[in-house]
């Protein structure tokens, strides 16, 4: 946790920190089912994601999972067809073809055309793009711990995180019965979902280490789950998320982006 925190204040403070960087890639399309039955395993949840504008992300934004539920803001670059704008995507998948950073949806990537230019824009399939993490913003979701399929017995306890508002990255998890100080960490288990084979008796609260401007900060949410947690169940985490972590790069995002 020192040495993440540590690496991260050393990373941006040798070169300009910024709230958003600017990428260059390339986008493809493929349909939403595709992307709702990927890596991140939201499963057909993610089909109420975001306007099925989803997306699979490379192996680098994907970051073994920590990268699922991040929003990014894609906009294409041929001036004839393609709007300003551009189109805003929530990863749910591993993108492994090495040919694009990105395959949306084709909801999506429609949203990347002038009106009445968006069969010209997918006849192309593949285009150049420029690209930004943004924030998420849930206007109807706190912050949402679902239980896995992995908590078999009450000390096992696995949940998966929904609904993450801001544009940060969980870093750590700990759980502990509703007021008591004695908290457990969890590990992370295969990106979006947190175990633990030592888990208290509910009901149960967490509190979250995210990254925020230029280090960390701590999201408690002091009631999560009840004694009865039963696997499958979303629960209402009662928080919600809306720091912005720094990153480090050029060029930065001008404010050219609406
Ligand atoms: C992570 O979960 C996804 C979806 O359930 C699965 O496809 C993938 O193989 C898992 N990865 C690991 C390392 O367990
Ligand atoms: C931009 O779109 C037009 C119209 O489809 C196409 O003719 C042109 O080749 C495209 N340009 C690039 C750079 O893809
Ligand atoms: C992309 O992947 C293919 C097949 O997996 C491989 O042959 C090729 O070398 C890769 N290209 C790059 C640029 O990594
Ligand atoms: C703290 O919690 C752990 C894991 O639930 C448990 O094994 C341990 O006995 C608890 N310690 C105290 C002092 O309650
Ligand atoms: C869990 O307990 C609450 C009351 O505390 C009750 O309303 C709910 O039905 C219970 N759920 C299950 C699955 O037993
Ligand atoms: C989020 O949690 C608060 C309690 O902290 C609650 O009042 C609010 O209704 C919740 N919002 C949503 C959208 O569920």
Request: hydrophobic share 40%.
């Amino acid at each position: 946790m020192a040495f993440f925190l540590f690496s991260l204040f050393f990373l941006i403070s040798s070169a300009s920190a910024c709230d958003s960087c600017v990428y260059q890639t390339r986008v493809a399309y493929t349909g939403a089912e595709a992307l709702s039955s990927g890596a991140c395993g939201y499963g057909s949840l993610a089909l109420g994601f975001n306007g099925k504008h989803l997306a699979a992300a490379v192996p680098s934004l994907y970051n073994s999972g920590t990268g699922c539920g991040a929003c990014f803001q894609i906009r294409c670059q041929n001036t004839t067809l393609c709007n300003r704008q551009g189109t805003k995507v929530i990863i749910t998948d591993l993108n492994q073809n090495n040919h694009t950073g990105f395959v949306i949806s084709k909801r999506a990537f429609r949203a990347m055309a002038y009106k009445g230019m968006d069969r010209g824009l997918l006849k192309l399939r593949l285009v150049n793009v420029e690209y930004k993490r943004i924030p998420c913003d849930y206007k109807n979701h706190n912050l949402s711990v679902r239980v896995e399929e992995l908590s078999q017995n009450p000390n096992n306890l696995a949940v998966q995180f929904l609904y993450q508002g801001g544009q940060t990255d969980i870093v750590e998890v700990d759980v502990a019965k509703v007021g008591s100080p004695n908290w457990t960490m969890m590990t992370q288990n295969n990106g979006t979902v947190w175990a633990t084979d030592t888990a208290p008796a509910g009901p149960l609260q967490f509190r979250i280490l995210v990254t925020s401007g230029y280090d960390g900060k701590w999201i408690w949410a002091p009631n999560v789950l009840p004694a009865n947690w039963t696997i499958g169940v979303i629960y209402d985490s009662g928080v919600q998320i809306s720091d912005i972590a720094q990153e480090a790069c050029l060029p930065c995002d001008n404010g050219g982006w609406k």
